[in-house]
């Protein structure tokens, strides 16, 4: 019998931690079951529509089920207008990793790698975090993301991990690279409604993104998990990443959490081989 299982009668207590750091102040949601088990927690990222209260509810039974604490920080629209993409201004990479040491502070079962999850713009943010510090981060998990930043050098900082045309730019490229090995040997599940074609209004569409990544975010996903397993076989190491379709959903992450059990693909991964 697995860990979720054995979980399944487990109460689950609600509580918000908030930090202040440098970068900013974040506040999240905790999810803590009472009957816990030795696994990561797991980090779940909103997207635009800032949806904590959503995430945190629609998450609370597989928190109970799996023993696993979960935390769905808030990047509130007033302190974080941006926050899909750490850049020179704005670092919510550094504010999402002072949260956790806070998380840690007051939780010390918590520490160690996490498994990190986001849908859409949070999917933006996790994987750029799992690329600049992938000892932090044992199972990255990405859902819709809009655009990835791809593991290729020959593609400009921020669609790859080129040098671009500024200081700025070459200095986000380096980092990025300095680290990629570390990032190739993570599990990365990567997840996409088959029904996410449309190109609305929080889409980035450029010609260039475009060609290098496809017309929408279902053909962005294909792109990412190919480009991250010929990467990863191109410094001779075992491909970790795999594409799941969640068939008949759209660009909705209540849709695939309810009807396409994407949650429950979520905190299952844990049980599989690394």
Partial sequence: MNQIALATEAACFSSKIETCSAAGRLSAQVLRPARRFDAP?????????????????????????SGRTIIVPHFEARTWPHFQRPSKTVRPDQ??????????????DLAGPVDLFG?????QLAHRVAMLFPHRVARLHVAAAGWYCLPNRS???????????????????RRKTAALTEFLSIPVSVYVGSEDIARDQALR????????QGPNRRARAVTYVQALNHAAESYGLAPKAR??????CVHDVVQAITQKKLASLVLDAC????
């Avoid at 999402?96 to 840690?104: I, K, Q, R, S």
């Avoid at 049980?271 to 690394?274: E, I, K, M, V």
């Fill in 271 to 274: 049980l599989l081989p690394a």
């Fill in 41 to 65: 927690p797991l980090i779940v990222l909103h997207g635009i529509s800032r949806n904590v209260a959503v995430l945190a509810e629609l998450f609370m039974p597989y928190a109970e089920r």
């Fill in 119 to 123: 849908h859409s713009g949070g999917a």
């Fill in 243 to 248: 594409l799941t379709e969640l068939p008949g």
């Fill in 155 to 173: 593609m400009p900082y921020p669609y790859g991990i080129g040098p671009g045309k500024t200081a700025t730019t070459a200095k986000w490229a």
């Fill in 205 to 212: 569409t450029t010609p260039d993104l475009d060609r290098q």
């Fill in 95 to 108: 504010a999402l990793l002072a949260l956790l040491d806070g998380a840690v502070a007051a939780m010390p």
